[in-house]
T-cell receptor, first 116, second 116 residues
Framework: GQQLNQSPQSMFIQEGEDVSMNCTSS?????WLWYKQDPGEGPVLLIA?????ELTSNGRLTAQFGITRKDSFLNISASIPSDVGIYFC????????????????FGQGTILTVHP | NAGVMQNPRHLVRRRGQEARLRCSPM?????VYWYRQLPEEGLKFMVY????????ESGMPKERFSAEFPKEGPSILRIQQVVRGDSAAYFC??????????????FGPGTRLTVL
């Protein structure tokens, strides 16, 4: 089955620094998603990407859908303490008629720690 | 605007007992997905259901696990004769019907199953 390799596994940064993490896949995905998970909670959607080459921002977060459709990255600028958590990339293949549905394949996660 | 609801949030079972996990999707959502997360790992897809139909169960173990999404009431993930290896966090996600465009999955808070 499909596998997503997410790196780095963990990051320890100072407040105010920028952060970058990425995901690579051995196969093509039609949709890339980035989620954040806080301890004891479910993942929360941060950014969704639907077209190869697409660059999308959500506040201090920026994500790109790789041209080959086999990779994506997430950048966080000017990190703050509440950015602490686990960040997951996820990919989906199924996409028919402009709608999206079907199972997500998740990366292993990047644990982000922000020191004040 | 209640989100995806899961109960119980924590469930403790002894080996050989049955575990029943419930998921109520967001209002207006007719697609339900179940994922399992082992400690320090990403989420793994288990099953995708619509009302009264299993669409994709490619991630479900062949034995002891079953899922349903009846016409009325929540979706149920059932694990019979639980073993210690079933201990994990089980997340439910829901999405709107396909006809409404780009529809992403929103996750519930999860049920943490501990098998003694």
């Amino acid at each position: 089955g499909q596998q997503l390799n997410q790196s780095p596994q963990s990051m320890f940064i100072q407040e105010g620094e920028d952060v970058s993490m990425n995901c690579t896949s051995s196969s093509i995905f039609n949709t890339w998603l980035w989620y954040k998970q806080d301890p004891g909670e479910g993942p929360v959607l941060l950014i969704a990407l639907y077209k190869a080459g697409e660059l999308t921002s959500n506040g201090r977060l920026t994500a790109q859908f790789g041209i080959t459709r086999k990779d994506s990255f997430l950048n966080i600028s000017a990190s703050i303490p509440s950015d602490v958590g686990i960040y997951f990339c996820a990919g989906r293949i199924d996409r028919t008629g402009g709608t999206s549905y079907g199972k997500l394949t998740f990366g292993q996660g990047t644990i982000l720690t922000v020191h004040p | 605007n209640a989100g995806v609801m899961q109960n119980p949030r924590h469930l403790v079972r002894r080996r050989g007992q049955e575990a029943r996990l419930r998921c109520s999707p967001m209002k207006g959502h007719s697609h339900v997905y179940w994922y399992r997360q082992l400690p320090e790992e990403g989420l793994k897809f288990m099953v995708y259901l619509q009302k009264e139909n299993i669409i994709d169960e490619s991630g479900m173990p062949k034995e002891r696990f079953s899922a349903e999404f009846p016409k009325e009431g929540p979706s149920i993930l059932r694990i019979q004769q639980v073993v210690r290896g079933d201990s994990a966090a089980y997340f439910c996600a829901s999405s709107p019907p396909r006809a409404t465009g780009y529809n992403e999955q929103f996750f519930g808070p999860g049920t943490r199953l501990t098998v003694l």
